[in-house]
């Protein structure tokens, strides 16, 4: 029987410090009921208990909330203010965000299980400055002038590409959101979003925070509610001009072929991962276990990009492992709104089942379960951090995405064959490389199939950096310039030139 | 006048001078020029008989078999397609047909060619060379490739070889020279990391191309594949293969490695599908109809989500306001939308006319219309051939019988022309109204649908009501309304007193239900081309 890391009793929890005040829709600027009356539960994490009821939102709310955005674009403010304008209106937002941080962050613990002091610091922190960043860009999005051939004058305008659909996870809530309506709104177009409906409380929070910067009426509409219904419906509008998603790989066709068979809407997909993390015999050992550590346990493994697979050489295999056990020992779980808690409850029952059940499979599938493996008493949706060594590549943990605490390790002799086998996977998400021979680096970083490499490091995402997938883990890139582009058509413009001096 | 003096030079294509013709003008000057001096071109107006023996072009029929791995050869089921001259409605060549197994071939072939083959790991300006090699080639072999598309599509071979032909060079020594210019950013970070791009090559990609321009299409998608260092899959159309099958041999000759360009004719449910839905394929760029665009799309999301960049159809608005020249007006609609006998994907399919010079237009574009020469697309001076094929010559003769049941008012053509071949009259439909199916539909043919309009507010509205916006004219004077219209028509290419001028530094593609993405310029290059960021931490940076 492998060490537990927790105590098998129920997690102790305080009474939130904050409680739910927008529970509703946000269309045209109103905070309104779903037109069927309906409401669903968000429940805590921490003990399964309600935190509010909120407004449902259906198909004929999405359609509500598309007049409402196709209006505000067709013929309202927003796309005709100047982009210094936009860029001033979302600047004061990130101001007002930044304002409510403590509120914001432990709405997000409250929600989602996640401790308040990395909601506080990396969360809401994060989107203040994803917003900053966009912010930034409203004014600087240029089109060219294009030499042409003959004597003709060609220019590209870059303009809005008008409605937009966006549809975020219940991992990173509030940073989701930035991250898509930021750069949507920066380029001058309405947005339509969807929350998760395990976590609508901060957007529908920052839903609120817009109205107080003069965001227009329609040009920011939040919509709680499930995927095959208001999700679905997003998806498939036909006044819909583009549809951005993050979640999972299964849903992601799902929204593409929805997209193909409706107006062709182009997609924007940030999809599931199954990241390698590759050390070296050279790596600097406490470094690796350090980031391995972070890779799969940071945010209870809820993360896309987390570092599910953790390939180290057999130099040093069994000096990583014996410390990354000692590692996962020390970590503090607990009620995520105690100081100095590292590890909550997962977002709900229905993940923790399938993280249990990944647990399970590994155990039958032969893995080497050298750490936890449990739930944390009968209350709430704790995990323990749990270790397999041993993993072997066609094992089911070493394949699907589990999206839990569950660090997978697996041992291999040589350079040719780890980049065989990191890139024998579906997905192409990130990966991770802990060496100090930049030659290997250098190598690897071009030899992994994934949208984003981390060397010595994990984990590192900043607003300027693009991040996206290779392979079925995406299409497109969220974040810095490149994401700019999800969100603009081009137009090219021609006309005769007479008596140019030069061509 | 310009148009005058290139008049003269298509005047004398069919002679010597086309060498001179050539040197003279830039490639969008001849297309520009050719747009208007068709109009000119008036003393032929003597019709050309096209019941006559038809004219044979002295090129032999050689390449008919797959390209596939470097070598030519036959379909993996022994299958042949005739390809059909649609002058005469007889068979020019029995042609390999490509099927599920052949894609297969393919694409191993093309992934072995990217995973382990030198084309992704040569220098950039070793890939350039190869690729400038190729335009070299495909200049030389200008009037056989014009020839095949003339032959198998019916296409002016005038145009071909003076226009189209040379527009795939250029296109090629375009992307030639962006193969060594392909470059990522480094990225000032907020923490102490050293973050930068790199803009990989996609893989293995599939290209599915039309009928109507067969060799600008594959230039189109092949040029910036190979330019990023991708490997490819290339279905053509099963109307037009024969074009695309000499360059591959071309390719072959100017030293491009084995299984980077796989070239596959065969059929859209089939070969096509095979494509979309290949799981070992990492990028599909499809240009054809909307209808086939949504299977494309659904059958890359239900494989391996491959992205995918679609050049689809049209309903483009030619807006004619009441300061236009009238003249002007009438021969750059006429050939906005009668060029390549209507097959355009961006075809000036919806003329509206100010209503303050719609009697005098109207008058105009039918004068212009009855003197289109017809005839055998061999034979200089001839305008127009015929349609593609049979199937395309009935759907287009059925959009006209629906024009006249919905009322619309006929002012010319409407019917076969000749006895034999897919040719079609010159057509014009005047009062058509908006609720129309030939106002709504793309009808891919030489029907031109004209209507009358009021107001700028009222133009705006009725251009942009359509489920399409790929392309759109704007004929005026005033700078106001030229850029009034320029941003309000939702359409991805704004011609302003011009139509259909073509350049490789122009962005190509369309909003709404018109495509996804873009081709031409610089904005292709990242439809073939995965970002990678890279991060490692700083110790002891200078600076940040």
Not at chain 1, 242 to 258: D, H, L, Q
Not at chain 1, 307 to 317: N, T
Not at chain 2, 350 to 359: G, K, L, N
């Amino acid at each position: 029987m492998a060490p537990s890391v927790g105590t098998s009793a129920d997690v102790e929890v305080e009474a939130a410090p904050v409680s739910a005040k927008y529970t509703k829709l946000f269309i045209d600027g109103q905070f309104v009921d779903a037109l069927s009356g309906k409401t669903f539960d968000t429940l805590d994490p921490r003990n399964g208990e309600l935190i509010a009821k909120v407004a449902e939102a259906d198909k004929e709310d999405v359609d509500l909330a598309v007049q409402a955005a196709r209006k505000a674009f067709d013929e309202g403010p927003w796309p005709r203010l100047s982009g210094y304008e936009r860029g001033r209106i979302l600047f004061k937002y990130a101001d007002i965000l930044e304002q409510h941080a403590d509120e914001l962050a432990a709405l997000e613990t409250l929600d989602n299980g996640k401790p308040v002091q990395y909601a506080r610091q990396l969360d809401v922190a994060g989107a203040v400055r994803i917003m900053r960043i966009f912010a930034g860009y409203a004014d600087k999005i240029s089109g060219r002038s294009v030499k042409m051939d003959g004597s003709y004058q060609g220019y590209t305008l870059h303009e809005p590409i008008g409605v937009v659909g966006q549809i975020i996870p219940w991992n990173f809530p509030l940073v989701m959101f930035a991250t898509k309506v930021s750069p949507a709104l920066a380029c001058g177009n309405t947005v339509i979003l969807k929350p998760a409906e395990q976590t609508p409380l901060t957007a529908l929070y920052a839903a609120h925070l817009a109205t107080e910067v003069g965001l227009p009426p329609g040009v920011l509409n939040v919509l709680p509610g499930f995927g095959p219904t208001a999700g679905a419906a997003i998806a498939s509008h036909i006044g819909i001009d583009k549809v951005s998603f993050t979640g999972s790989t299964e849903v992601g066709r799902k929204i593409m072929i929805a997209a193909a068979n409706s107006n062709l809407k182009p997609v924007t997909l940030e999809l599931g991962g199954k990241s390698p993390l590759i050390i070296l015999d050279d790596a600097d050992l406490d470094l690796a276990v350090q980031l391995s550590y972070m890779a799969i346990f940071f945010n209870q493994g809820q993360v896309c990009c987390a570092g599910s697979r953790i390939f180290v050489q057999e130099g040093i295999y069994d000096a990583f492992l014996k410390k990354s056990i000692e590692l996962a020992k020390q970590r503090v779980i607990g009620d995520p709104f105690k100081g100095g808690v590292e590890h909550g409850p997962l977002v709900d029952q229905l993940q923790l089942k399938t993280v249990m059940g990944y647990i399970e499979s590994g155990k039958e599938e032969g893995a080497n379960l050298v750490i936890g493996g449990n739930q944390i008493g009968s209350k709430g949706y704790y995990v323990e951090p749990t270790i397999f060594a041993d993993v072997q590549d066609n094992m089911k943990i070493a394949k699907e995405e589990i999206f839990g605490p569950v660090m997978s390790v697996f041992k291999f002799k040589s350079v040719e064959e780890i980049i065989q086998r990191a890139n024998n996977t579906n997905y192409g998400l990130a990966a991770g490389i802990v060496t100090k021979n930049i030659d290997l680096a250098n190598r690897f970083s071009r030899s992994i199939r994934a949208g984003i490499i981390w060397i010595n490091c994990y984990h590192i995402v900043d607003p300027s950096l693009p991040f996206g997938g290779y392979k079925m883990s995406g299409i497109g890139r969220e974040n810095g310039e490149y994401v700019l582009q999800n969100y603009l058509q081009v137009k090219a413009v021609v006309t005769p030139l007479y008596d140019s001096p030069w061509l | 006048m310009a148009s005058r003096g290139l008049s003269y030079a298509i005047s004398r294509i069919a002679g010597s001078s086309c060498m001179r013709f050539r040197s003279a003008s830039s490639l969008s000057d001849i297309s520009r020029q050719c747009g208007r001096s068709w109009g000119a071109i008036r003393s032929y107006a003597v019709a050309a008989e096209v019941d006559e023996e038809p004219i044979k072009p002295p090129f032999d029929i050689t390449y008919t078999k797959l390209l596939i791995n470097g070598e030519f050869v036959d379909s993996a089921s022994g299958k042949t397609f005739p390809t059909v001259d649609p002058r005469t409605e007889e068979v020019i060549a029995n042609v390999a047909e490509g099927d599920v197994e052949d894609i297969d071939r393919a694409v191993k072939a093309a992934r072995k060619a990217f995973d382990e083959g030198p084309w992704p790991r040569m220098s950039s300006y070793e890939r350039s060379k190869i690729i400038h090699r190729f335009a070299d080639l495909i200049e030389k072999n200008n009037d056989e490739l014009a020839a095949l598309d003339t032959l198998d599509s019916g296409k002016i071979y005038d145009q071909a070889r003076l226009i189209e032909i040379p527009l795939v060079t250029r296109l090629f020594r375009y992307y030639g020279g962006w193969a060594d210019k392909i470059h990522g950013m480094t990225l000032p970070v907020d923490g102490p990391y050293q973050a930068y791009t790199l803009h990989e090559p996609i893989g293995v990609v599939g290209q599915i191309i039309p009928w109507n321009f067969p060799m600008v299409m594959f230039s189109w998608k092949v040029a910036p594949a190979l330019a990023c260092g991708n490997t490819i899959v290339l279905k053509t159309a099963e109307q037009t293969p024969l074009s695309s099958i000499l360059a591959g041999k071309l390719a072959l000759e100017a030293g491009l490695p084995p299984g980077v360009l796989n070239i596959v004719s065969g059929y859209g449910p089939t070969a096509g599908a095979a494509v979309s839905k290949h799981m070992d394929v990492d990028k599909v760029a499809f240009t054809g109809s909307t209808e086939v665009g949504k299977i494309i799309m659904q059958s890359a999301a239900q494989s391996n989500l491959k992205p995918v960049t679609l050049e689809l159809g049209g309903k483009s608005p030619f807006i004619i306001c009441e300061d236009a020249d009238v003249d002007q007006a009438v021969e750059l609609s006429h050939f906005a939308l009668f060029f390549n006998q209507g097959q355009c994907c961006c075809a000036g399919s919806r003329t509206f006319v100010h209503e303050s010079i719609y009697d005098e237009y109207l008058e105009k574009a039918k004068d212009r219309a009855l003197k289109r020469i017809v005839g055998d697309p061999f034979k200089s001076g001839v305008e127009q051939g015929p349609q593609v094929d049979e199937v395309q010559f009935n759907k287009v003769l059925g959009y006209i019988d629906a024009g006249q049941q919905e009322g619309a008012r006929l002012l010319t053509g409407g019917a076969r022309f000749g006895r034999k071949g897919y040719y079609i009259k010159p057509t014009i439909f005047a009062d058509v109204q908006d609720a129309m199916s030939i106002a709504k539909d793309e009808i891919f043919g030489p029907v031109q649908s004209v209507t009358k309009f009021r107001t700028l507010e009222e133009v705006v509205k009725r251009a942009n009501n359509t489920d399409y916006g790929l392309a759109a004219g704007v004929f005026t004077k005033s700078l106001d309304t030229a850029n009034t219209l320029s941003r309000a028509l939702r359409v991805g290419t704004v011609w302003i007193n011009c139509y259909d001028i073509f350049d490789a530094s122009v962005p190509f593609g369309g909003y709404k239900m018109s495509g996804v993405g873009r081709e031409k310029g610089e904005h292709v290059l990242k439809n073939y081309l995965q970002v990678k960021a890279v991060m490692t931490p700083l110790v002891n940076p200078a600076w940040l």
